[in-house]
């Protein structure tokens, strides 16, 4: 998914002292999901134009290792020096704004519940909050032209609506991968992190506290 937006949160939450909360429940919280990475699609596809046997053949691409909100939160905040850390979810809280997708034969295999995300708010709702567009265009000001995107003057709908990402999928089978020959490994920590490196060259994030993520070992 794209991490953008996150990333635009943690930001701001840190600029203004206050901590990062995660919007989902419990489940969504510690559901491990698997990413693909551009660069990690990069290998496999390199890979993949040079063995004769892959011909014709389709291929997922997944960074190898699953990455839950919990664990990427963390590193959220230190990546961005929120010095109030993350709030996650609890029993008490109200996940009221509830998004059910499929059901019946609307579902893959045709048969099932639907899927339900249950939230307590989204990041659209936080980027219509006017301080949070004033503590960014506060950064955007300090930067000294080393931040010159301003997410919250383009489309919010788009930017900020990867919290959709909150709901419990499935993970993409990397058994005919392996079993042609690859073994292509990115840690998603990493290549997150280095894609809001890559978004800071662009001056479109400001520059992290941390130099680089620490691997998931």
Avoid at 75 to 95: C, E, N, R
Avoid at 114 to 126: A, D, H, I, S, V
Wanted: one cysteine or more.
């Amino acid at each position: 998914i794209d991490f953008e937006h996150v990333a635009i949160y943690a930001t701001v939450q840190a600029y203004k002292g206050e901590a990062i909360e995660f919007g989902g429940d419990l489940t969504a919280w510690q559901f491990e999901a698997a990413h693909s990475s551009a660069r990690l699609t990069g290998y496999l596809s390199e890979w993949a134009v040079l063995e004769p046997e892959c011909a014709n053949e389709a291929f997922n691409a997944v960074d190898g290792a699953t990455l839950s909100w919990d664990r990427f939160f963390g590193a959220l905040a230190q990546w961005w020096g929120v010095s109030k850390g993350v709030i996650g979810p609890d029993a008490q809280s109200q996940y009221d704004k509830v998004m059910s997708l499929g059901g019946g034969d609307k579902n893959p295999l045709g048969y099932g519940p639907p899927q339900e995300m249950k939230r307590k708010f989204t990041l659209r709702e936080w980027a219509d909050d006017e301080a949070n567009k004033q503590a960014w265009e506060s950064l955007m000001e300090s930067s000294n032209g080393e931040l010159t995107w301003n997410p919250f003057n383009e489309n919010k709908d788009a930017i900020f609506s990867g919290d959709f990402a909150y709901l419990s999928f499935g993970t993409a089978s990397l058994s005919k991968t392996r079993v042609f020959g690859f073994n292509g490994f990115v840690d998603p920590l990493e290549s997150i992190h280095e894609m809001y490196s890559e978004c800071q060259r662009l001056r479109m994030l400001p520059k992290m506290v941390c130099d680089k993520a620490t691997p998931m070992i």
